[in-house]
């Protein structure tokens, strides 16, 4: 089985797509995503099996970024956005958390 090219990340804001998004379906996975969550008014990890749009997440997100291959990945942007660290990607996020879990293995 071939693993599918890897897209940008699909993020949008406001409803505004500011990067390309993945087909709508990702492989029946439900994939981890971090989103500003409008209730609790911080970064927060979810999951979903569909790509992120103003009609499915619109009403508890205000963005959305990825999907990660994994969860640590995820909750490794979470720490990186509110410590401001500059231009880290969902690549980076997962490469540190693969390299991290060799180390300690």
């Given at each position: ?9 699909s ?10 998004l993945?087909?709508?379906?990702l ?24 790509v ?18 994994t ?5 490794l ?8 660290l500059p231009s ?6 997962e ?11």
């Amino acid at each position: 089985m071939s693993t599918p090219s890897r897209k940008p990340e699909s993020i949008f804001v406001a409803g505004k797509l500011v990067a390309l998004l993945p087909p709508r379906r990702l492989d029946g996975r439900v994939r981890p995503y971090v989103g500003y969550s409008t209730r609790l008014g911080k970064l927060a990890l979810f999951h979903s099996d569909v790509v992120p749009t103003e009609e499915t997440h619109g009403d508890r997100f205000k963005f959305a970024i990825g999907p990660f291959d994994t969860e640590a990945g995820a909750r490794l942007m979470i720490k990186c956005v509110e410590n401001r660290l500059p231009s880290v990607t969902i690549a980076d996020c997962e490469r540190f958390v693969l390299v991290r879990a060799q180390v300690f293995a």
